[in-house]
């Protein structure tokens, strides 16, 4: 499975944007992740094969909606309410599990996006 990131680009704080991850074939539990510069890549939000249970990072909770198209087989996230420390190339990834019990953990995710920029201006 290969997934392509898009979307991303340059907002004003407040604004919004949509990025979208397009896989190459079927996945399961999926998600997002991101990384700025200096720091470690982190979880922003994922769901389970289902898309009955979607989870967040503490930082974008309320502001940052995870959906997915499954007969376009398109993950997204949507971002509103954008803030300068969300700027960070944003990766989407999936698992071959249909759930993981955490969905933080980078290890349970075997297929990595190669990241969208995500540019957040004050």
């Known amino acids: 499975v290969q997934l392509q990131a898009s979307g991303g680009g340059l907002v004003q704080a407040g604004g919004s944007l949509r990025i979208s991850c397009a896989a190459s074939g079927r996945t399961y539990a999926t998600g997002w992740f991101r990384q700025a510069p200096g720091k470690e890549r982190e979880f922003v939000s994922a769901?389970?094969?289902?898309?009955?249970?979607?989870y967040y990072a503490d930082s974008v909770r309320g502001r940052l909606t995870i959906s997915r198209d499954s007969a376009k087989n398109t993950l997204y996230l949507q971002m509103n309410s954008l803030k300068p420390e969300d700027t960070a190339l944003y990766h989407c990834?999936?698992?071959?599990?249909?759930?993981?019990?955490?969905?933080?953990?980078?290890?349970?995710?075997?297929?990595w996006g190669q990241g969208t920029q995500v540019t957040v201006s004050s």
């Open positions: 990834a999936a698992s071959q599990r249909k759930y993981l019990y955490n969905y933080a953990i980078r290890s349970l995710y075997n297929y």
């Open positions: 769901m389970d094969w289902s898309a009955s249970s979607t």
